[in-house]
T-cell receptor, first 115, second 113 residues
């Protein structure tokens, strides 16, 4: 079956511009996560959506970052007034449900480059 | 919060030999420990996971061991093949509200034919 789909796969933009990254989770998965992977580093948690509950935004690095999930499916991560330190690979994952022991399945990410 | 450390950062082995990657975690409440394999330009792929009520789990050439007392867990790959070459990440989760994963910094495994 289809896995987690992310678009675009690559995005190059100028400093100060806004960007939107999209994630289509696996069909039927109620939990959705965004992570950021900087060059040569592990993954850093950003935000978590579970069903209709309020999202857990505890990992967002600044108020320039926001995310929404419409209809419990597709999610968009928005970065406003991008800075060079925002350059990274942004990964989305989904799981069948939230909570412990639920395997997270990742998309291939969006590689964001800020000039 | 949880802190996961992973060693070594790079590992080279001859084809057919075994590879071992080790991780430690700080939060005794963590109860779920997945391992991911990431190939160049791809997202992490789950290869095996273990829960805190189990000490060892095996899937063909891959095994994971967990020592809750010492708060460390390890990935063992036997009979390595060139296609095992990738970056491997360990992670830990306490299953709390977000169940977000805390990742190690990765091990770049190279299997030499």
């Amino acid at each position: 079956g289809a896995g987690v789909s992310q678009s675009p796969s690559n995005k190059v933009t100028e400093k100060g511009k806004d960007v939107e990254l999209r994630c289509d989770p696996i069909s039927g998965h109620t939990a959705l996560y965004w992570y950021r992977q900087s060059l040569g580093q592990g993954l850093e948690f950003l935000i978590y959506f579970q069903g209709n509950s309020a999202p857990d935004k505890s990992g967002l690095p600044s108020d320039r970052f926001s995310a929404e999930r419409t209809g419990g499916s597709v999610s968009t991560l928005t970065i406003q007034r991008t800075q060079q330190e925002d350059s990274a690979v942004y990964l989305c994952a989904s799981s069948l449900a939230g909570g412990s022991y639920q395997p997270q399945h990742f998309g291939d990410g969006t590689r964001l480059s800020i000039l | 919060g949880e802190n996961v450390e992973q060693h070594p950062s790079t590992l080279s082995v001859q084809e057919g030999d075994s590879a071992v990657i080790k991780c430690t975690y700080s939060d005794s409440a963590s109860n779920y420990f997945p391992w991911y394999k990431q190939e160049l330009g791809k997202g992490p792929q789950l290869i095996i996971d273990i829960r805190s009520n189990v000490g060892e789990k095996k899937d063909q050439r891959i095994a994971v061991t967990l020592n809750k007392t010492a708060k460390h867990f390890s990935l063992h790959i036997t009979e390595t093949q060139p296609e095992d070459s990738a970056v491997y990440f360990c992670a830990a989760s306490n299953g709390g509200g977000a169940n977000n994963l805390f990742f190690g910094t990765g091990t770049r495994l190279t299997v030499i034919p």
